[in-house]
T-cell receptor
C-alpha cells in the first residue's frame, strides 16, 4: 500500500470548515484513498473513500487532485465533536484473497476550538 | 443494526498470565480483524479471520493467536503476557468481498499488564 503524509496537528474554529490534507505521491492506479477518524479512546470510524472523483457523504467531502498525488478531507461545519485523530489510508479497494488489513499512520490530530 | 461489540472493555492482568478477548461482528459481516493500539506504535494489524480461517497475520509473536467461530464471532488470545502487551485491542468487522471496504470498529478492550 502507498505511504501517506499528513500534518501532525491542526486547529479549526467551531463552525468553520476543516480542511485536512494528505499527500500520497506514490499512489498506484488501483489504490483508493480512505479516511478514518478516531475520537479519544474509541475505535476508529470510517468517514469516506474515493478513487479519482470527488466524493461527498453526510459526514464529509473528499477532494482528490487530478494527478491523485494528494487529497483533502473537508468537514464543512466543524463541531467540538469532530475533535479527533484523522487517518488517511491508501490501499487497493478489494484484493480478493489478499490482505484486508488497514495500515494506519500517525494521522492528524484535529482540535476544534470553541 | 447493532455495532461491533467487544468484551470485556477493561482488563488488568499480571505478567505471565494469559488473556482472551472477545469480539462480536455486525450481523452479516463475516470478516473480523484485530488491531493493537499503543501510544508508541500506533494502530497495528494483528490478524484477520474469515470463514473461521486466518487469512492474514501481522508482525506479532506467536503468543498472539485468535480464532473465529461459525457465527463469525472471534476471540484473540495472548499468552505469557508481557508489560509491553498493555494496549487497546480493537476488533473490526467488514463484508469481505463486498462492493466497498469500510471496516467497522468496536470500542476496544483496554488491557493493562502489571
Amino acid at each position: 500500500d502507498a505511504k501517506t503524509t499528513q500534518p501532525t496537528s491542526m486547529d479549526c474554529a467551531e463552525g468553520r470548515a476543516a480542511n485536512l490534507p494528505c499527500n500520497h505521491s506514490t499512489i498506484s492506479g488501483n489504490e483508493y484513498v480512505y479516511w478514518y477518524r478516531q475520537i479519544h479512546s474509541q475505535g476508529p470510524q470510517y468517514i469516506i473513500h474515493g478513487l479519482k472523483n470527488n466524493e461527498t457523504n453526510e459526514m464529509a467531502s473528499l477532494i482528490i487532485t487530478e494527478d491523485r498525488k494528494s487529497s483533502t478531507l473537508i468537514l464543512p461545519h466543524a463541531t467540538l465533536r469532530d475533535t479527533a485523530v484523522y487517518y488517511c489510508i491508501v490501499r487497493v479497494k478489494y484484493s480478493g484473497a489478499g490482505s484486508y488489513q488497514l495500515t494506519f499512520g500517525k494521522g492528524t490530530k484535529l482540535s476544534v476550538i470553541p | 443494526k447493532a455495532g461491533v461489540t467487544q468484551t470485556p472493555r477493561y482488563l488488568i492482568k499480571t505478567r505471565g498470565q494469559q488473556v482472551t478477548l472477545s469480539c462480536s461482528p455486525i450481523s452479516g459481516h463475516r470478516s473480523v480483524s484485530w488491531y493493537q493500539q499503543t501510544p508508541g506504535q500506533g494502530l497495528q494489524f494483528l490478524f484477520e479471520y474469515f470463514s473461521e480461517t486466518q487469512r492474514n497475520k501481522g508482525n506479532f509473536p506467536g503468543r498472539f493467536s485468535g480464532r473465529q467461530f461459525s457465527n463469525s464471532r472471534s476471540e484473540m488470545n495472548v499468552s505469557t503476557l508481557e508489560l509491553g502487551d498493555s494496549a487497546l485491542y480493537l476488533c473490526a468487522s467488514s463484508v469481505r468481498g463486498g462492493a466497498s471496504y469500510e471496516q467497522y470498529f468496536g470500542p476496544g478492550t483496554r488491557l493493562t499488564v502489571t
